[in-house]
């Protein structure tokens, strides 16, 4: 199993993509404008799409790969992409995105009896099963009902925090399980802590101190920085001396999880 980060940054600018991971070839966590650099052929590919919450920075590419692959997807008598969500971020969706509004309903599109997509609820704790792979859904703590997830592999877990603040009981739950890389957002520089809390995004002295809930050292990536902002809250970040191996992530990095 591999993961390509297709875009990790908090916001858009000239090189810069918001938060989508492609999972092998057809499985995406989160759809930002990274998915935008997908092909027509990999965009076709994509069977389950995990969302982590309704902000629309991770969801702002759904409605668009469902236009863009309705036609290709249903010469080939392809099953709907499967929308994988929390109850509330699916209401969300529905309410402000695929409404006749801001986009069409692409849950009724082409036709009623074969959308182009379909929406299926997740809770924590739970595992959603993505062909042969294994994907557990973790708490997070936004301002909008938010969880992360963990891509099982022989090589341990790939851990996404998604979008969250201080969150407790992540952490409880990674003190039970081998995590091969963690990747986790640092949205805001210290100098802006008091708007990191309010918007329930961390800062560097505040991943500090989530991070002694990982029982070893790990490798760490930290993600949703905003554009122009990488050097500076990395460099607060290395200032700190931790015994974890941490390291920006980047666009078009790819992760192996299984041989």
Excluded at 129 to 153: D, F, M, S
Excluded at 156 to 166: K, Q, R, S, Y
Excluded at 250 to 255: F, K, L, P
Aim: net charge negative; proline share 5%.
């Amino acid at each position: 199993m591999q993961i390509r980060v297709l875009g990790c940054s908090g916001s858009i600018a000239a090189g810069s993509r918001t938060t989508s991971f492609l999972l092998d070839d057809d499985v995406l966590i989160d759809a930002g404008t990274g998915v935008g650099d997908l092909t027509l052929d990999e965009l076709s590919r994509v069977d389950h799409i995990l969302v982590t919450h309704s902000h629309l920075d991770h969801v702002l590419a759904i409605g668009l790969l469902a236009d863009s692959v309705t036609r290709r997807r249903r010469a080939a008598a392809r099953p709907p992409v499967r929308v994988h969500a929390l109850a509330a971020t699916i209401a969300a969706l529905r309410l402000h995105v695929f409404n006749g509004v801001i986009w069409p309903d692409f849950t009724r599109l082409p036709d009623l009896a074969h959308p182009v997509l379909a929406f299926e609820t997740v809770e924590v704790g739970q595992v959603v099963q993505a062909g042969q792979r294994r994907i557990e859904v973790l708490p997070a703590q936004h301002t909008v009902p938010a969880v992360g997830y963990a891509v099982h592999g022989s090589r341990g877990a790939w851990v996404f925090t998604g979008d969250t603040g201080p969150n407790p009981a992540l952490w409880q739950r990674l003190q039970t399980l081998p995590v091969a890389a963690l990747v986790i957002e640092t949205a805001f520089r210290d100098d802006e802590k008091a708007l990191a809390s309010l918007s329930q995004h961390l800062c560097p002295a505040q991943l500090k101190i989530e991070l002694e809930g990982l029982p070893a050292p790990a490798d760490v990536y930290i993600t949703h920085i905003k554009p122009g902002e990488v050097d500076a809250v990395m460099s607060e970040i290395g200032a700190q001396g931790s015994r974890h191996r941490i390291r920006a992530l980047a666009s078009g990095q790819v992760m192996t999880l299984a041989d």
